[in-house]
Each structure stands twice: as C-alpha cells, then as structure tokens.
C-alpha cells in the first residue's frame, strides 16, 4: 500500500514540474517572438529612413541559437567545379577510348581497301595497340583504378576486332583458332572485369565487340562464324552478369545479340542454303538466354519482375518467329512447322514442370513457363489442323486447363483457360461463316444435324455448358474480374451459342430442302419454325432459371430478351401465319391442319413466353414497376391474340374490312373488363390502362373507322362505344368510394 501511495506522489511531482518546464518554455517564446516582430519592424523602418538606427532588443533570458552547418560561400564554383571533375575525369575517358576504338576500325577498313600494307601486318599492329592498351592500363591501375578500366576495356574492344578480321577477311587463322583466340578473349575480359570490380570493362568491351559485325559489314558475312562468334561473346558476358549480378550486362547483351541475329538472318541472300547453320545458331542463341536467365534465379533464389519475364517471353517468342520462318520458306513439308511449335511447347512445359516439381523457383516462374508451353501447343493445332478440328482441340485444352485450376484452386489455370475459350469462340465463328455463308457452300448431301460442324459446336458447347456449372460452384461468395467471367459472360455464352448452333442448323435444314423445292410457303414455315425453336428454347431457360438456377442477373437478360422475343412473336410471327391462310383461302394451297391449325401452337408457345418472363419479374424483380410492367405485357398480348383470332376468322368468313368495326368493339370491351378488374382488385394501374385503351378506341374510332363505314355502320359502333363508356363511368360512381377513400389499395398481381 505505501509503494502505490509513494508512486502516486512521484506522478503528481512529475507533473507539477512538466507543468514549471512548459510554463517557461512559453515564456521563452513569446519574447523570442516579440523580439523577432520588433527587428521586422526595424527593418521597415530602416527600409523608409536609411539614416534611422536599428534598435536593439536585449532579452531578459538568454537564448542560444542552433548550431548551423557551415555552408560553402559560393556553391555555383563548386557545383561547376564538381560538373568540370566529371567531365573531366570520366566522361572524357570513355568518350576518348570509343573514339580510339572506332578510329582503329576505321584505319583499318581503310587499309583494307587501299591494301596500304599487307594482312599479316595490319593483324599484328592492331595486336599490338592492344596490346599497348591493356599495358598502361595495368600500370596506372593502382593510381587510377577508373581510368585504367577505361583504357583495358578499349584494348578488349580491339582485341575482339582484330580477331575477326583476321579469320572472317584475310583467312589468316582456321576458324578453329579463331574460335579459340575469341574464347581466350572473352575468358579474358570476364577476369578483367572481376579483378576491376567495374562494369565500365564489360560495357565498353561488350559495345566494341557487337559493333564489329556492323563495321565491317560487306553483304557476304561468314554466319557461321558471325553467330559462334556471338556465341561466344553471349557466353562470358552472361557468366559475368551472374557472377556481379551486373543485370545492365545481360540486358544490353540480350538485345544486342538478337537484334544482329535478326539484321543478319533477314537480309541473308540464300536463307534456304544456310538452313543448317540458321538452325544450329539460332538454337544455341535461344538456349543461352533461356538458360542464362532461369540459372542465375534459381540459384540466388530471387524473385521475377516483370521486365525479367518480359525478356524471357521475348526470347521465346523471337525464338519461334524466327525458326518458324526459317523452316516455313527452307521446306514445303508443314510437318516440320507443327513439330518445330510442339518442340517449342515440349521444352517449356518440361523444364516449366521439372521447376515446380523440384520448387527451384518462386511460382510465378513456373506459371508462366507452362503458360508458354500450352501457348506453343495451342499454336501447333491450327499449323498442322484445319476447319472444326482446331475449334474441338482448343475447347479439349481450354476445358483442361479449367479443370486443372478447378481441382487445384489455382486462378492462373482459368485466367489461362479463359484466354483458349476466346480463341475457341473466334474459331467456332470462323467454321460458321465458312459452312453456312451461302446456299453455293452448301451440297445437298450435307445432312442437317449429322454434319461435323454441328458436332464440333455441340462439343464446345458441353465444355462451355460444365465450365459454367462448376464455376457457379466454385465461386460461390467470392468477387473478381475471373469469378465474373466464368460465372456470367461463359454461362450467358453457353446459351448464345447452344441456340446459335441449332438456329444454323434449323436454317441448313431448309436450305437443303429448298434446293430441290420451290413453294411460295417456304419461306413462311422456315421463318415460323426459327420463331417456334426460339421462343421454346427462351422459354424453357426462363422456367430453368425460375425453378432451379434462381439467379437475378440472369433472370434480367432472360426477361429483357423475351419481351423482344413476344413483340416478333405478335408482330411478325402472326403476319406470317396470315401470309400461309390467305394462300389457304386464295389457293387452296396446302392442308388445313399444316396452313391453319399451326397458329395455335404458336399461340400456345407465346403463352408460356408470356408465363416464362412474368414468372422470373416476380420472382427475381419484385417491385410496384415490375407488377406494373408485368400487367401491361399480359393485357397488351392478350388483346392481341384476341383481336388477330378475331380477324383469323372474319377472314376464312369472307369479310374483309368489315373487321375494323368489330376491332373497335373489341378494345371497347376489353377496355371496361380492364376498369372492372381494377376496381374489384383495387388496381389502379390496371383501371388507367383501361381508361388509356378507352382514349385509344375513340381516336380509332373517330379519325380512322367512321371514314371507311356506312351510315348504319357508324349509328351502331358509336352507340356501343357510347354504351360501354357509360357503363364503365357508372361502376367508378358506385365504387367511388371504394376507390377514393381511404382504404389503401392492394397490389395484387393479376398476371
């Protein structure tokens, strides 16, 4: 108890003397700060009054300033003295041993050309510059270690020169010795650079040495010894940027080499002639970066960004583009290319497997290896295949890869998987366009529904149709760009193409049979038959999604379609059953059953549309808008059946025009059964439209049928229109107060 009592008395201290402390310091401060507004106010004065004299303020307390580094008095000379060291002593250097470099190939190509001396002379004096070089640059190297690093690298430019000169002009060495002077030189250059310490020896050697083969450029390279010499130089300088971890070397050599490679192979004259030596080289190129740059990974165990991954895609990519030329115009026989791609794809996914098997690399290394892989693979099918088989080999890769990230939860399989499904989908339409262009494509003994490219889309589409169901599964709760890709736009894919298939199908089917046929009908029934596939197949969607899928977005789409759907339905599908029953009536043309009888399995397949689409609004979308909206589709369809079953059967009668008057009665009638359902229901969007139909009725009635009716005619549709309009005012008088009153009204979808 008395330790708590004695800690509470040493906090309370504490305080009071924080308390002592801050009350001085704001003291402190404020005459520091009235002494700063007073010389202020000196200086104005001063400023106004020259002669005037500065008062001066003593403080009461003392104050010590803050200790200020001291700072150089003119630091304009520094900075350019510290601009003129730089110069001077770098930049010059190495500007001075380019130039000597350049100088030294240029005096030589010039006594090439004049032949001022001979060979063996020309090769020993440019041994001997550097060899000169790489003395003093020895010698200064303890005193000025920059300078001398400057100077060796420029005697190993020379050396690499002389060398090629040598062999590739004069033909003074066998290339077996060339090949050994170059390798000396470049064992040479990776010690130097190590005993250095400096990068400036590998840069300034690197620049000279890939410059060679640009400098003395006559149009009839060796390449042969063009790319073992470039071999050799890739070889060390990638050993030295593993060794330093000097990632500036491997970059400038990787672009450096590929870019002459490519300069050279396309501008060669007889590319076929060279074909062995083309191949070996460009093989060799290829294994070096690839090897080059998951060896020095792998071992220091670092991870990739992604400009490392980018140059290892362009040293695959450059790699097949080439040799896929190379092989293209050396050979006809295309089997090579498709061995060439699936040697190309055998090689990636190997090692890439080989990686993640032994866990060498960190695993977005091995993705992307395999990634390359199946990429090669899936480029083999389209070089060795053609027609539906690329379209079934790229949906079987595409369902796999799906599968292997279903199974393994692994994202970078569907990213990839979905990437083939695009490709799937462009090849799918491309088989279409060719076999269902024009009727001139097509052969008679093309059988409908029995044809390979109707099995090669019934294929892709149960892919299509399992990815989409497993992926529902799969991402259940979770978001993202992937989740909504295989769980919206492939199951909403899978129904496009399913009824796209078999449209085509249907459509082959009568253009098979019209080939042999001529009929003023056949056209009628082919357009009914695309009408009826369709509103079945939308309506049995839209009776999946209300009883088993149950999803709002789907159920939306589904929804808006089948409105579309319900207008061509009512609009052009009845126009054209009227098309069949006049040339019935006209022509006797057809049966009774086929040219009449099919209207009411049209009518009955817009019934259960209609019950399809006002069952998922419902359901999925309730809300007042939608009940609304959900009225106005049945009473807008129902009245339209009516009036169209009405005019069906005035025209097997025998009448003509004489319908317009009985279509009035008609919207007349249907007007007040809307007004007593509203009113009985308590519906008032129900009794509105009825009203809206009566204004329609009278405007029909007054600027359209009066015109074309007699006199007895008009008497007749003017006294019903009149009677029903009264009937319907006196049902709102006697349930006025019903209506208006202050029972609140009770939405009850009437369907």
């Known amino acids: 108890m ?115 001396i001979s060979a063996t002379t020309r090769i020993i004096l440019g041994y001997g510059i550097a060899a000169i070089l790489c003395f003093l640059a020895y010698r200064l190297k303890a005193k000025y270690i920059d300078y001398s690093a400057v100077l060796m690298s420029g005697s190993i430019a020379i050396m690499y020169f002389i060398t090629y000169v040598a062999q590739s002009i004069y033909h003074l060495f066998a290339q077996p010795v060339a090949f050994g002077l170059m390798l000396t030189t470049t064992v040479f250059v990776v010690s130097m650079s190590i005993w250095y310490n400096r990068k400036i ?46 990632k500036l070397i491997y970059e400038f050599a990787f672009g450096f080499s590929w870019f002459i490679f490519i300069f050279s192979f396309l501008n060669a004259k007889d590319i076929a002639a060279g074909f062995s030596s083309n191949i070996i080289f460009l093989i060799v190129n290829f294994i070096i970066f690839y090897t080059a740059f998951l060896v020095n990974k792998i071992i220091k165990k670092e991870l990739y960004a992604l400009s490392e991954i980018s140059i290892l895609l362009i040293n695959a990519v450059a790699f097949f583009l080439l040799g896929y030329y190379l092989i293209n115009t050396s050979f006809d026989n295309k089997h090579y290319l498709t061995l060439f791609a699936l040697a190309n794809a055998l090689v990636h996914l190997v090692i890439g497997d080989r990686i993640r098997w032994l866990k060498l690399a960190d695993e977005t290394v091995t993705l992307f290896l395999l990634g390359l892989g199946l990429a090669f693979f899936t480029v083999s099918i389209p070089i060795h295949y053609k027609g539906n088989t690329i379209t079934v080999l790229w949906a079987t890769e595409a369902f796999f890869l799906f599968y292997k990230g279903y199974k393994k939860k692994r994202e970078a399989y569907l990213v ?44 892709v589409c149960i892919c299509i149709g399992i990815i989409s169901r497993l992926s529902i599964n799969y ?65 049995l969607w839209l009776w999946l999604n209300w009883k088993y899928v149950k999803e709002k977005h789907l159920a939306t789409i589904l929804a808006i379609v089948g409105v579309y759907a319900l207008f061509i339905a009512t609009i052009g599908g009845l126009t054209e059953i009227g098309i069949l029953r006049d040339l019935y009536i006209q022509q006797k043309n057809g049966t009774a059953l086929s040219m009449l009888g099919i209207r009411y399995g049209n009518l009955l397949l817009i019934a259960v549309l209609l019950w399809g689409i006002i069952s998922n609004l419902k359901t999925f979308l309730p809300s007042p808008n939608t009940t609304k909206l959900s009225a106005l589709l049945f009473n807008a369809t129902l009245l339209v059946l009516i009036c169209n079953e009405f005019i069906h059967w005035m025209d097997i009668g025998g009448f003509t025009n004489e319908y317009k008057l009985g279509l009035s009665i008609i919207f007349a009638v249907y007007a007040l059964a809307m007004i007593i359902t509203g009113i009985s229901k308590k519906l008032k969007h129900i009794r509105m439209g009825g009203i809206i139909l009566f204004g329609i009725t009278l405007c029909k ?51």
């Open 201 to 246: 020896i590998a840069l300034l050697g690197q620049v000279g040495a890939y410059a060679i083969p640009f400098l003395l450029s006559t149009g009839n390279e060796n390449l042969p010894l063009l790319y073992g010499y470039l071999s050799i130089i890739n070889i060390g300088l990638l050993f030295l940027s593993f060794k330093r971890d000097w």
């Open 475 to 539: 991402f259940k709760g979770e978001q993202g760009i992937v989740k909504s890709v295989l769980t919206v736009a492939v199951p909403l894919a899978f129904i496009l193409l399913t009824y796209l298939g078999i449209v085509q199908e249907i459509n082959l089917a009568w253009t098979v049979y019209r080939i042999n046929h001529i009929s003023d009908k056949l056209n009628s029934f082919s357009l009914l038959s695309l009408q009826a596939f369709s509103i079945g197949y939308l309506s």
């Open 2 to 116: 008395e330790d708590i009592n004695q800690r509470i008395e040493d906090l309370e201290n504490s305080v009071k003397q924080l308390n002592a402390e801050q009350s001085t310091t704001t003291e402190t401060l404020n005459i520091i700060l009235g002494e700063l507004q007073s010389l202020k106010a000196s200086l104005q004065t001063v400023a106004a009054s020259p002669q005037a004299e500065v008062p001066f303020v003593r403080r009461s307390t003392p104050f010590v300033p803050p200790v200020k580094k001291q700072v150089p008095t003119n630091t304009t000379n520094v900075r350019k003295d510290q601009l003129e060291n730089l110069i001077g002593s770098n930049i010059i250097n190495k500007i001075g041993i380019l130039v000597t470099v350049v100088g030294v190939f240029i005096g030589a190509k010039y006594a090439i050309e004049k032949e001022l």
């Open 416 to 459: 990839l998987s979905i990437a083939l499904l695009l490709l799937t989908l462009g090849s799918l339409f491309i088989d279409w366009k060719q076999d269902y262009a024009t009727e001139a494509s097509i052969s008679i003994a093309t059988k409908p529904f029995l044809n390979s490219n109707f099995l090669s889309s019934l294929f």
């Open 701 to 751: 009635v007054l600027f359209y049928d009066l015109s074309a009716l007699s006199t007895i005619s008009k008497t007749i549709v003017l006294i019903v229109l009149g009677i029903i309009m009264l009937i319907a005012s006196f049902l709102y008088n006697k349930f006025k107060d019903s209506i208006f009153g202050n029972e609140a009204e009770t939405m009850v979808d009437n369907g």
